[in-house]
């Protein structure tokens, strides 16, 4: 079955450390990819997407994702964490073939921001 | 300005009760899906309307239901909520299949 896979439940960072979340897809082609973001009792934000082109994305809030395609990846980053990114952040897939162009969401990380 | 709007944001229902959800968008988007949100779970999604097109997703229990009367509004409709339905119910919007998706705020449905 396809699938986006976020490995990562939980990820604790200290404010200014640098942030790195995993995301995997299965699928055979190149799909559309997102990483959203969601605060508590919140609906989700987008944070970036990638359709095509440069592998290296550009979002909002000082975060950037790469796309790998040798190891079917979308790994979300971000250089210095401030105390307002703890949140919890989907990765997800839409995918004309293997998702029905449908949007798939990953289980989520939750990251939590120390001081 | 929201562009999906949800209403209301909180909804308390009796068990068995029927409740609609309210959803509108001010984007002209042909796409308008319905995502359940379980605690500590990813969306899930439940249907979605292209246009007039409904398209009902193969796991989504017969207890929920939806309609769309125009391009701007689209309803959730739960015709007898179980205390296994309580989540946050998200709408979302697309030009097209599989575009960026635009999400309301949620709301958040508690049954009681």
């Known amino acids: 079955a396809q699938s986006v896979t976020q490995p990562d439940i939980h990820i604790t960072v200290s404010e200014g450390a640098s942030l790195e979340l995993r995301c995997n897809y299965s699928?055979?082609?190149?799909?559309?990819l997102f990483w959203y973001v969601q605060s508590p009792g919140q609906g989700l934000q987008l944070l970036l997407k990638?359709?095509?082109?440069?592998?290296l994305v550009q979002g909002i809030k000082g975060f950037e994702a790469e796309f790998k395609r040798s190891q079917s990846s979308f790994n979300l980053r971000k250089p210095s964490v401030h105390w307002s990114d703890a949140a919890e952040y989907f990765c997800?897939?839409?995918?004309?073939?293997?998702?029905?162009?449908?949007?798939?969401f990953g289980a989520g990380t939750i990251l939590r921001v120390k001081s | 300005d929201a562009m999906v709007i949800q209403n209301p944001r909180y909804q308390v229902t009796q068990f068995g009760k029927p409740v609609t959800l309210s959803c509108s968008q001010t984007?002209?988007?042909?796409?308008m899906y319905w995502y359940q949100q379980k605690s500590s779970q990813a969306p899930k999604l439940l249907f979605h309307?292209?246009?007039?097109?409904?398209?009902n997703e193969a796991d989504t229990p017969d207890n929920f239901q939806s309609r769309r009367p125009n391009t701007s509004f689209c309803f959730l409709d739960i015709r007898s909520p179980g205390l296994g339905d309580a989540a946050m119910y998200l709408c979302?919007?697309?030009?097209?299949?599989?575009?960026?998706?635009?999400f309301g705020q949620g709301t958040r449905l508690t049954v009681v």
């Open positions: 699928y055979g082609a190149t799909p559309y």
């Open positions: 309307y292209y246009d007039k097109d409904f398209n």
């Open positions: 984007l002209n988007h042909n796409v």
């Open positions: 979302a919007t697309s030009r097209d299949l599989g575009g960026l998706a635009f």
């Open positions: 997800a897939v839409a995918a004309a073939m293997e998702y029905g162009n449908k949007l798939v």
């Open positions: 990638y359709f095509s082109g440069d592998t």
